[in-house]
């Protein structure tokens, strides 16, 4: 049987592959800017709870792997571990559901959403500014869940704004982490694979 | 007279956008992992001869607008004007083409491909890792130019190989940048929005 979102052309160069696991996936890097930086996203990574997820870094970035809402708490996890008070440090992050050249392997035995690092967290609510661009794949009608991405920016109190190729949000850190996995999470029921882009920066000295 | 890809629908934010423009753009980040940071960033944005795009920066990231060929010389030239020996620095870009939410301002009045700062990059070709994602979006069918950029990859002699939610490639800098640049446009005759994300990294600390 072929899977659900199996590919078979023989001129793909993932021919073959294809899940049906309902797993979610983020390929993110860190950036804290300054000498130390090593050191902080090797420390905040060691942080993060990975009993949820499968893990996995190579020399441009790290992929976790899992449903959305651990995925989440982990890339948050992750953010929150970096922070220092005036750091300027930033998190770039593709989150991915339903790409046609998936497939079963690196995946987690976790299948429930208690999330398992959010209660380590604390209080975190440190401003931060975000990016975000949201992108219905395999549709012809792709905008309305675009939209959609914008209105609960507004609907939660993040002040969104559109700018060129994104949406601008700003508000405490995990709320800004919510908010980006409630779009993966609307835009999943819209398309069968969907791709969010975002970027989330704390303490940059640009003034604007 | 409706634009040739004009938003009409009210309900969403960018509704009345639209451009008739040949008008690609690119959002990006650069980020150099030192104390430095800002003077290798300012210092690297100034350097580039901006006369054929149009340019914008925020506390994310910078903007540029133009033909798809000078948006790749300028972005070019960011990425080796920070460019130090032993410095790890990457650039997160995000090109897109095509954008219902574009309009018509904010763009240079050149319309020519003839590059202005690819002269000046001298034989810069230290070795980069990248990767991209491309993103066809509006039909069906957006798996074969997916295909076909790492096709090209293979023809240029980057080495691709598909990683999770990503192609990899690796090559001398402005090999690299050329590439990128190719992918865009070939993208552009398959559909009528594409975006291209990508992260370009040199000196990373980390063996694989």
Not at 129 to 137: F, H, N, T, V
């Amino acid at each position: 049987m072929p899977k659900n979102n199996q590919t078979t052309d023989p001129s793909f160069p993932w021919t073959g592959c294809g899940s049906d696991a309902d797993l979610a996936g983020c390929r993110f890097s860190l950036y804290p800017l300054n000498d130390d930086y090593k050191a902080i996203i090797l420390g905040s990574l060691a942080k993060v709870d990975l009993s949820k997820v499968w893990a996995g870094t190579d020399a441009l970035s790290t992929v976790y792997r899992g449903r959305l809402s651990q995925v989440f708490d982990c890339l948050s996890a992750v953010f929150v571990g970096a922070y220092r008070p005036g750091l300027h440090a930033c998190l770039e992050a593709q989150t991915s559901l339903g790409c046609p050249g998936d497939d079963d392997a690196d995946r987690p035995a976790a299948t429930d959403d208690v999330p398992v690092n959010r209660p380590t967290l604390g209080q975190a609510a440190f401003p931060v500014k975000a990016k975000l661009a949201l992108y219905p794949l395999g549709i012809a009608d792709y905008l309305p869940p675009i939209a959609e991405a914008f209105r609960l920016a507004e609907k939660v109190g993040l002040n969104p704004r559109i700018v060129h190729y994104a949406t601008r949000v700003e508000g405490p850190v995990l709320e800004v982490f919510d908010y980006l996995g409630s779009v993966s999470a609307m835009a999943k029921g819209r398309s069968g694979h969907h791709v969010l882009t975002f970027t989330v920066s704390v303490g940059s000295p640009t003034q604007e």
